[in-house]
């Protein structure tokens, strides 16, 4: 079992930056990519990005390509998601999630969930 908590979420006006990070515990954090994902009201739960087990391969939605990044620290457990030039359109609920694959993108491929963190983004 791995135990996901997020924290960081909170409000930020558009234009402004937010990190929110992802504690694990439990199995060994470094056997596991990381992702991110996120669910707005009346939407599906969407691929925000991904990191390897290792840290040294990151990936992106189209929708936050060159606007976040994802980053690790497995001596700390945490995984990092760095938010900058927020939207309106990015509030949402942020999940991490842990899978034990090569750069999964989809909900079906991780094994464990945090709760969640809510970001909102005023305009």
């Known amino acids: 079992q791995v135990q996901l908590v997020e924290s960081g979420g909170g409000l930020v006006q558009a234009g402004g930056s937010l990190r929110l990070s992802c504690a694990a515990s439990?199995?060994?954090?470094?056997?596991?990519?990381m992702g991110w994902f996120r669910q707005a009201p009346g939407k599906e739960r969407e691929f925000v990005g991904g990191?390897?087990?290792?840290?040294?391969?990151?990936y992106y939605g189209d929708s936050v390509k060159g606007r976040f990044r994802i980053s690790r620290d497995n001596a700390k457990n945490t995984v990092y998601l760095e938010m900058n030039s927020l939207k309106p359109e990015d509030t949402a609920v942020y999940y991490c999630?842990?899978?034990?694959?090569?750069?999964?993108?989809?909900?079906?491929?991780?094994?464990?969930w945090g709760q969640g963190t809510q970001v909102t983004v005023s305009s």
């Open positions: 999630a842990a899978a034990p694959l090569w750069r999964p993108r989809y909900e079906s491929q991780y094994d464990y």
């Open positions: 990191i390897s087990w290792s840290g040294g391969s990151t």
């Open positions: 439990g199995r060994t954090f470094s056997n596991y990519a």
